[in-house]
């Protein structure tokens, strides 16, 4: 059990969440999408949100102004989130538009104003947990999908949400993150996504 704790923080990573959104909705849209768009698509969220943050963290730790991948201290947060905020930003002007894609605009537009919110948070010198802030987004973008498009996914809406209890309590098994720290992650992950359903859904 403790294995799979460890492992889960590592699988469900926040830089993955926003892929795993994008890869979901392709795969229960029942709108047609061309599939040489719909790769290009995926290949562009996966460089712009998981290889050059990546790429962007070992710069950062060579300069010395991070020093692990887990972010423990408040202050190693603010670039990173700077960096994911600006990448976000190219995503919603260059990939996705809201007349061709809406439900995929919408979904990026609530994660920067979760990233905004966060980065808001540490300028403060609050800690929330970003593990729990990136599940939590998804997990709601997924059931306005579900919503939006009248389909079952009650299954995958379920796993979802232990899913959301997995991660929190890898955060919690390794020490990562309070309850208080869980819970903010968990409403500042969910609220901006929810809040953006009178847009789409």
């Known amino acids: 059990m403790n294995q799979i704790l460890r492992i889960s923080g590592y699988i469900f990573h926040p830089l993955l969440m926003p892929l795993l959104g994008v890869v979901c909705y392709y795969a229960i849209t029942p709108r047609f999408v061309e599939p ?3 790769l290009a698509n995926v290949y562009a969220i996966a460089t712009l949100t998981s290889f050059t943050p990546i790429i962007t963290f070992l710069l950062l730790k060579n300069i010395g102004v ?3 991948i ?9 670039y990173p989130l700077m960096i994911q905020v600006l990448l976000v930003l190219l995503i ?6 809201p007349y061709e894609d809406i439900e995929l605009y919408y979904f990026f537009v609530g994660i920067l104003a979760t990233s905004l919110t966060a980065l808001f948070l540490v300028l403060f010198k609050f800690k929330m947990s970003l593990h729990q802030m990136a599940i939590a987004g998804v997990t709601i973008f997924l059931i306005g999908v579900s919503i939006h498009f009248n ?4 299954a995958s809406i379920s796993i979802l949400c232990i899913t959301n209890g997995l991660v929190a309590s890898s955060r919690l ?9 869980l819970c903010f992650g968990f409403l500042i992950g969910a609220l901006p996504q929810f809040l953006l359903f009178g847009f789409w859904v």
């Open 36 to 38: 040489q768009r719909m």
């Open 151 to 154: 389909i079952n996914m009650l």
């Open 173 to 181: 098994h390794t020490k990562s993150h309070t309850l208080l720290e």
């Open 92 to 97: 919603i002007k260059l990939i996705f538009k």
């Open 66 to 68: 991070v020093s692990s």
């Open 70 to 78: 887990h972010l423990y201290e408040v202050r190693e947060r603010k």
